[in-house]
């Protein structure tokens, strides 16, 4: 391969506009003298020998049941519809999607403006840079003087469909009841709409939203497969844990896929399929007891908080989209609505006419209204987030500890008080979840770096915080911890914290963890802060006490008193 300096140096630049820490670059020139191992095959074979899923013991879907609702949509049909053909010489994170640049965009104005990363929690999951969240140096690779010893992931579902009852279903039914009522009439951008169909199911993963599980698989594998060799020397599989809803079912599937290969994922991992459904205790769907959570006054407000947001930000886009529609009168949720349609017919249909409807500065406050969601309902500005956390926290420590878990959260001990489905001792956890679980467990683990800044306006971004719906809760979203043997640290036990491919500082928030480039703490160090932490989450009063909370008060996740 011929490659010119010129483009080396290109390369480099890339990276470090991306954010990535350099890898170092030695002028020295030295002689080495090969080792006397130089040649030699070595080889690992998982699965240990003799061992099988037990699937009495941990039952597929179809025997768990629960699998909430599953209307399907239209089959996508991109090579017949959509606008461009999805050449895979892009963002490795989008194939086969194709976004359209925004409304009114230009490309002499620099760089195109990626749309998919501006549509919060419908985002497809990005690499986020450490230097975000103030680690400029720090990367996801293994330290150096550091070798990796077991490995945590909790991660999302990919791209689904939307929830029962959500937005563009509204959307379509509000068109559909226009149109049996006399009709409208449509010109200009909006023309598409006299010819379009609602073609999404709801729910359910879309292939994309597959892939995205499966590449996650086959990317922990290839990152974290040596760590299999200790199931292999103990002669046990692993247990990865899911909810029983169809998607979650089938994102640990896909997940387990790319991570052992088809069919072998069959035989090699037994997934522990936990019951989502209201009134039952699920680490990974603690809203289904803990009953503020749907509560206005409570577990809601950034719900809120971002409609009122939406209520005003998209006048002007209102008033253009209007001037093109007669007989159908647009308000700031049809616009919502139809800004979703992007997002989600994007990842099912593989293209979506709605997304050139609107401007890279709607894409923006689009963006924003998912922030003021998410940090109010599941971020630090949520009184009820930190008890919903705390089940995955408590489990997270009771694996770290070696000691099961006593029920203060929504944990369920029928399974965590046992070494079948919850076993403490493996190198490799995965655990699936939804993006609400995900946030809610970021705020109990204390992670406040990724939430720097005063309290997010309610009434426009101020871009004083650090937090971003889309670096956080997009689909297939997973927050990792290494734990790592230092010979060069004292202790030598460390550990740090990642999400989405970023280094999470910790100084700041888990008192006696010093500064590192590398985000690393000691073990024991970080055991005791988060110990203290579960002790000071009252789940009982958060998630059933009877208090008020209003967005725009950092609660540290925890209800008011009052
Ligand atoms: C559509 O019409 C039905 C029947 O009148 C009504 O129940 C529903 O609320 C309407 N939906 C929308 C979004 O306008
Ligand atoms: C964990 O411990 C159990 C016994 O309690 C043992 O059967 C199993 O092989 C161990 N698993 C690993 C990965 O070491
Ligand atoms: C624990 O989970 C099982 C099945 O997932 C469920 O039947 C049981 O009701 C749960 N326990 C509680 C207390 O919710
Ligand atoms: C946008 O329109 C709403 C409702 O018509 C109005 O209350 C609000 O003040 C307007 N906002 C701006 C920024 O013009
Ligand atoms: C749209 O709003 C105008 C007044 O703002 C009203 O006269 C008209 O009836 C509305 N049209 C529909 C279809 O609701
Ligand atoms: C279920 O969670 C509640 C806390 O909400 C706890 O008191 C109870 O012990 C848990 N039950 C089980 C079986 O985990
Ligand atoms: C957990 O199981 C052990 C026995 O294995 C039992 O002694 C203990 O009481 C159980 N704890 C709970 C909270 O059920
Ligand atoms: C753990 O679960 C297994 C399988 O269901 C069961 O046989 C065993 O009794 C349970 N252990 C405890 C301590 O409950
Ligand atoms: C996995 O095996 C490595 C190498 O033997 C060891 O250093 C590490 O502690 C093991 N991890 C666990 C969780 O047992
Ligand atoms: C959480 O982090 C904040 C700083 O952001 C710190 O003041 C607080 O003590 C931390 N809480 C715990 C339990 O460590
Ligand atoms: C909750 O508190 C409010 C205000 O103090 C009070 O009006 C209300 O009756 C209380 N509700 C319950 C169920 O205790």
């Known amino acids: 391969m011929c490659t010119s300096i010129f483009s080396i140096a290109a390369v480099l630049v890339l990276l470090a506009q991306a954010g990535y820490a350099q890898v170092g670059i030695s002028n020295s020139i030295a002689t080495l003298k090969a080792s006397s191992f130089v040649g030699t095959s070595t080889a690992n074979s998982y699965p240990p020998a003799g061992t099988t899923v037990n699937s009495v013991l941990f039952p597929p879907e179809s025997v768990v049941g629960f699998p909430g609702p599953t209307p399907t949509g239209a089959e996508p049909a991109a090579a017949q519809t959509a606008p461009a053909y999805p050449y895979n010489n892009g963002p490795s994170n989008q194939f086969p999607l194709v976004a359209p640049q925004p409304w009114g965009s230009s490309s002499s104005f620099g760089q195109p403006f990626d749309i998919t990363k501006y549509w919060g929690n419908l985002s497809p999951w990005y690499s986020v840079s450490s230097a975000d969240y103030g680690l400029p140096d720090a990367s996801p690779l293994i330290p150096e003087g550091c070798n990796i010893v077991q490995m945590y992931l909790l991660y999302r579902h990919g791209a689904r469909y939307p929830t029962t009852g959500a937005a563009p279903s509204i959307f379509a039914q509000k068109l559909l009841n226009v149109t049996q009522a006399g009709g409208f009439s449509v010109t200009g951008e909006l023309e598409f709409l006299s010819q379009w169909t609602y073609k999404l199911g709801a729910e359910l993963l879309t292939p994309f939203g597959r892939s995205q599980n499966f590449n996650l698989g086959v990317a922990y594998r290839q990152l974290y497969g040596e760590l299999l060799n200790n199931f292999t020397a103990a002669g046990t599989l692993p247990v990865f844990r899911t909810e029983s809803q169809d998607r979650m079912v089938k994102t640990a599937l896909n997940f387990a896929a790319g991570f052992f290969g088809?069919?072998?994922?069959?035989?090699?991992?037994?997934?522990?399929?936990?019951?989502?459904?209201?009134?039952?205790?699920?680490?990974?769907?603690?809203?289904?007891?803990?009953?503020?959570?749907?509560?206005?006054?409570?577990?809601?407000?950034?719900?809120?908080?971002?409609?009122?947001?939406?209520?005003?930000?998209?006048?002007?886009?209102?008033?253009?989209?209007?001037?093109?529609?007669?007989?159908?009168?647009?308000?700031?949720?049809?616009?919502?609505?139809?800004?979703?349609?992007?997002?989600?017919?994007?990842?099912?249909?593989?293209?979506?006419?709605?997304?050139?409807?609107?401007?890279?500065?709607?894409?923006?406050?689009?963006?924003?209204?998912?922030?003021?969601?998410?940090?109010?309902?599941?971020?630090?500005?949520?009184?009820?987030?930190?008890?919903?956390?705390?089940?995955?926290?408590?489990?997270?420590?009771?694996?770290?500890?070696?000691?099961?878990?006593?029920?203060?959260?929504?944990?369920?001990?029928?399974?965590?008080?046992?070494?079948?489905?919850?076993?403490?001792?493996?190198?490799?956890?995965?655990?699936?979840?939804?993006?609400?679980?995900?946030?809610?467990?970021?705020?109990?683990?204390?992670?406040?770096?990724?939430?720097?800044?005063?309290?997010?306006?309610?009434?426009?971004?101020?871009?004083?915080?650090?937090?971003?719906?889309?670096?956080?809760?997009?689909?297939?979203?997973?927050?990792?911890?290494?734990?790592?043997?230092?010979?060069?640290?004292?202790?030598?036990?460390?550990?740090?914290?990642?999400?989405?491919?970023?280094?999470?500082?910790?100084?700041?928030?888990?008192?006696?963890?010093?500064?590192?480039?590398?985000?690393?703490?000691?073990?024991?160090?970080?055991?005791?802060?988060?110990?203290?932490?579960?002790?000071?989450?009252?789940?009982?009063?958060?998630?059933?006490?009877?208090?008020?909370?209003?967005?725009?008060?950092?609660?540290?996740?925890?209800?008011?008193?009052?």
């Open 262 to 562: 088809v069919p072998e994922y069959q035989n090699q991992v037994n997934i522990d399929i936990l019951v989502e459904n209201p009134g039952v205790n699920n680490s990974g769907a603690p809203y289904e007891v803990c009953t503020n959570s749907n509560v206005a006054s409570r577990g809601s407000i950034g719900s809120t908080a971002a409609t009122a947001f939406a209520n005003t930000a998209f006048n002007a886009t209102i008033a253009r989209l209007q001037s093109q529609a007669t007989g159908v009168n647009f308000t700031s949720t049809d616009i919502i609505a139809m800004l979703q349609l992007c997002s989600y017919e994007t990842q099912a249909l593989g293209y979506s006419a709605f997304c050139g409807l609107f401007s890279e500065e709607d894409f923006l406050n689009y963006e924003y209204y998912f922030d003021l969601s998410f940090y109010y309902n599941n971020g630090p500005g949520s009184p009820i987030s930190a008890a919903q956390g705390k089940g995955y926290l408590q489990e997270w420590v009771a694996r770290l500890t070696q000691s099961y878990p006593t029920a203060q959260s929504a944990l369920n001990l029928t399974y965590d008080n046992n070494t079948t489905y919850f076993p403490l001792n493996q190198s490799i956890y995965a655990d699936a979840t939804h993006e609400v679980v995900v946030l809610d467990t970021l705020t109990a683990f204390n992670l406040t770096a990724l939430f720097n800044g005063p309290p997010l306006s309610p009434t426009s971004n101020q871009h004083r915080n650090s937090f971003v719906a889309s670096k956080l809760v997009p689909f297939a979203t997973h927050f990792t911890t290494q734990i790592l043997e230092c010979p060069a640290y004292s202790p030598t036990r460390q550990l740090r914290f990642i999400v989405n491919d970023a280094v999470v500082p910790i100084s700041d928030s888990h008192p006696g963890c010093p500064v590192d480039p590398n985000g690393l703490c000691s073990f024991d160090n970080v055991v005791s802060v988060l110990q203290k932490r579960i002790a000071e989450i009252d789940f009982n009063y958060d998630c059933f006490g009877n208090y008020t909370a209003k967005a725009g008060v950092d609660y540290n996740g925890r209800a008011p008193k009052s």
